[in-house]
């Protein structure tokens, strides 16, 4: 009892760590074949680049064929299987030049050869009742045993390509395709098991019956066999995808595909539909810049190989494409638009920042300009006032000692008419206006104007020969300079109270504006 008891919990661990590891194992899993996906997509981006190089190199072996040393039909059908795939009137001339041949020379084996595979060329140029009417005429009574492989298998082609080419019309699609499956089914019977196309063969017959994990089952031992640049390769990788497809494993499908298109570039085979199937894949998983691509380049190969039938499907294809392509265009040219107007919008503002920087450097700079002129005044004011101030105290000086030889010498009398009289203040007051004035005009040059800016024209202060202010211009001067006060202007300049209001009044009158003329002076 404590074994099972053992055992059931060891089960119970054994299932919880398994839950836990499944979503990991699955999200692992699922990064891993997006990585190959996108691996092998980028490996044919790049074999698109090359596609021309594999053209010339294909085009360089057919023509080193016609040197080769071979009899006219043995060279008529190698030159024309190698133009199979890859330019289809360029075969079919070869074949029917073979045939012409085989017929004169009385080669039935060889003539057979030749109708076959031209009655293969023929859907692919649109020529499906004379590809009906080349295979019909065929007796096949008269079929050597080891030409039975070959009939079936022209047999099968053919069928399946007039199949795609009445894709359209379901009827027909359906009876040519119940054709191809009876001509596939007797080409295997005819087929040895170690014979690659015998597999090829079982695995695409399996997929037609929907026994999609047989027909995989058979690919993934055939591939291993397979030359990555072989056709038999490319073929192989299709069946696999259209398995895979019908397995639901989207990935795949086109992850084979790209392998099958990529085969299929290296070889220069143009005549092929993996390209264009996976260019509509990447459409419906919204990759529309790379399908749009991947169907454009297999329209040119359908163009360069001359198959009309392919043209018609890629064409058919690309139109979807191309409308995707184009919203997606709009969308980006949209994008475009709404980003350009959003940088002009930034544009805008950063200019304005820049104008707005601009005006306040310029602000700034005036200001430092105003605070050194302003320093430069003070400086001025300051030496200013030190003349002033060294002036009187050179003018009391002098007062004193004339004081002092007058008592000394007892002419009390002189002093007192010489203090009565007034000639000294007014010697005194004249000396102290001629500093003022010099000392404020040094600091306000354009006091004067300022003030008759202030003035009605008529009214404008002129002022006498010689004159660097008058009382007028000096009560304003003191006004200017912040002293209001009546009493202490008529000291400064010895006279009454009465008199500098009777001067601010009559001054009030002749201004522009009487009530904000003295406030406008401090302005100035």
């Not at 085009?59 to 190698?78: G, V, Y």
């Not at 009137?89 to 060889?110: K, P, V």
């Not at 700034?364 to 009187?392: G, P, W």
């Not at 040094?442 to 003030?451: A, K, T």
Request: with cysteine.
């Amino acid at each position: 009892m404590a074994f099972t008891s053992r055992s059931v919990a060891l089960l119970r661990i054994i299932l919880i760590i398994s839950s836990l590891a499944f979503p990991s194992a699955v999200a692992a899993r699922r990064r891993h074949e997006n990585h190959r996906l996108d691996s092998t997509l980028r490996v044919l981006d790049r074999e698109i680049n090359s596609r021309r190089h594999y053209i010339d190199l294909r085009r360089a072996s057919i023509d080193s064929l016609h040197s080769l040393p071979m009899s006219p039909l043995e060279r008529h059908k190698k030159i024309g299987d190698r133009y199979a795939g890859f330019e289809t009137d360029s075969a079919m001339f070869h074949y029917r030049r073979g045939l012409e041949e085989a017929t004169r020379l009385g080669n039935d084996s060889a003539a057979l050869v030749f109708r076959l595979r031209s009655a293969v060329q023929m859907p692919l140029l649109g020529l499906i009742e004379e590809a009906k009417e080349t295979f019909i005429t065929i007796d096949t009574a008269a079929i050597p045993l080891q030409l039975l492989p070959d009939y079936y298998n022209a047999g099968r082609q053919m069928s399946s390509y007039i199949a795609s080419h009445y894709s359209h019309v379901p009827a027909y699609a359906t009876r040519w395709n119940s054709e191809t499956d009876l001509m596939q089914a007797a080409l295997i019977a005819h087929l040895s098991p170690d014979d690659p196309l015998y597999s090829l063969n079982l695995a695409e017959r399996s997929l037609h019956h929907g026994d999609y994990d047989s027909s995989r089952r058979i690919i993934g031992s055939l591939l291993p066999r397979l030359s990555e640049t072989d056709n038999s390769y490319a073929r192989a990788c299709h069946i696999m995808a259209e398995a895979s497809r019908g397995l639901g494993n989207e990935h795949d499908y086109l992850y084979y595909l790209s392998l099958s298109a990529i085969a299929d570039l290296r070889a220069a085979t143009l005549e092929v539909t993996s390209l264009q199937e996976l260019g509509a894949a990447l459409h419906h998983s919204e990759d529309t810049e790379r399908a749009y691509r991947y169907l454009t380049t297999a329209l040119a190969n359908a163009a360069e190989c001359q198959a009309s039938m392919r043209v018609l499907q890629t064409s058919t294809a690309l139109t979807l494409i191309e409308q995707a392509h184009n919203e997606q265009t709009r969308i980006w040219h949209r994008w475009t638009r709404i980003v350009m107007a959003l940088l002009a919008i930034l544009l805008l503002v950063a200019l304005g920042a820049f104008v707005m920087l601009r005006i306040e450097t310029h602000r700034l700079r005036h200001m430092k300009e105003r605070l050194e002129s302003a320093n430069d005044v003070k400086e001025i004011c300051i030496s200013q006032f030190l003349n002033l101030c060294s002036v009187y105290m050179s003018q009391l000086t002098q007062f004193r000692k004339m004081v002092e030889r007058k008592i000394a010498t007892g002419k009390v009398d002189d002093l007192h008419r010489l203090v009565k009289s007034g000639k000294w203040m007014d010697e005194q007051s004249r000396e102290f206006y001629d500093v003022f004035d010099r000392a404020f005009l040094s600091i306000y040059p354009d006091f004067i104007d300022d003030v008759n800016r202030l003035l009605r024209p008529d009214q404008s202060i002129e002022l006498k020969q010689g004159e660097l202010l008058n009382t007028d211009l000096r009560i304003l001067a003191f006004l200017r300079l912040g002293i209001n006060d009546a009493t202490r202007i008529a000291l400064l300049l010895n006279l009454s109270v009465n008199t500098i209001y009777a001067y601010r009044s009559r001054l009030r009158d002749r201004a522009l504006n009487r009530d904000t003329f003295e406030d406008s002076l401090h302005r100035r």
